[in-house]
């Protein structure tokens, strides 16, 4: 569904020059693209794939039912499909979820909703579940919160804190600053950095496929490709603060309605690694 130095910048923002001045403090990992990076290295996307796949077949259904069935006039359609792609789903299993949400097959009727908290030591947290029980799904996500040192919030609470774009990511080992430049830069991207041993790349949501596409073309591989959201500010957590937020975002990822799970924590990788 979580660093050292940055790197030559497309458009420089004051989000960028604020990621900047963290990473040069020290090898620390922020938002939602280290949150990510921290769930591969844990092994929980190989081990919670079933998992993964139920999430990628809600968010087919749900983007087919919006937008229709054909991905190419419809952008969430076509993201969520090159997701499910990327996860080595069967191409049945996507077309089941496309149909079921055309109403070509019987399906469930999820809706799309999203939950904004606090978690230890006032980090932001924004969770986006699809659910078919809003009952149980705010329930669950409210006993997570508090069992956790956090606290589920209002509506707007945090979401100013985070913008909507396009992040990709490729290790740094042996891809060029200039050639990495070049392709990002000619396809639309709006920001290149380089967070220790990964380079990272922002977009518009609506620039997302062509980057993406150009660096594929290129025959890069990438570590995280998605829309997601980006904090524009982070908290910064130590010791027990840093321990309970990892296990807050935990069990919000475990939960079964959740879909995402974004924050603008700011921990030293040596408490990742603790």
Avoid: C
Avoid at 60 to 84: C, E, F, H, W
Avoid at 91 to 114: H, M, P, S
């Amino acid at each position: 569904m979580l660093n050292s130095l940055s790197s030559r910048t497309l458009a420089v923002s004051p989000r960028l020059a604020a990621r900047a001045r963290i990473s040069a403090q020290g090898n620390s990992m922020s938002g939602h693209s280290k949150w990510a990076t921290i769930k591969h290295k844990k092994g929980a996307l190989d081990a919670k794939r079933g998992k993964i796949f139920t999430r990628l077949i809600k968010e087919i259904t749900i983007a087919a039912k919006g937008g229709g069935g054909d991905p190419d006039g419809n952008p969430r359609l076509r993201t969520a499909i090159a997701a499910a792609k990327a996860e080595n789903m069967p191409a049945d299993n996507i077309k089941r979820a496309v149909q079921r949400g055309t109403g070509e097959l019987e399906g469930v009727n999820y809706e799309d909703i999203t939950y904004e908290g606090y978690g230890p030591g006032g980090a932001a947290v924004i969770v986006r579940v699809l659910t078919d029980n809003k009952n149980r799904a705010v329930s669950e996500i409210r006993h997570a919160f508090s069992k956790n040192n956090g606290n589920l919030g209002e509506t707007g609470s945090v979401g100013y804190m985070f913008a909507k774009k396009g992040l990709i990511t490729l290790p740094a080992d042996g891809i060029s600053e200039d050639k990495l430049t070049e392709i990002a830069l000619e396809a639309g991207a709006e920001d290149l950095s380089q967070e220790g041993e990964t380079w990272e790349i922002t977009t518009s949501p609506e620039d997302f496929d062509a980057v993406l596409a150009a660096i594929k073309a290129a025959k890069l591989s990438t570590e995280v490709a998605e829309v997601t959201l980006i904090p524009s500010v982070y908290t910064k957590l130590e010791g027990v603060q840093a321990t309970a937020m990892l296990r807050l975002l935990d069990v919000l990822e475990d939960l079964d309605d959740t879909q995402n799970v974004y924050s603008n924590f700011d921990i030293d990788e040596v408490e990742i690694a603790g």
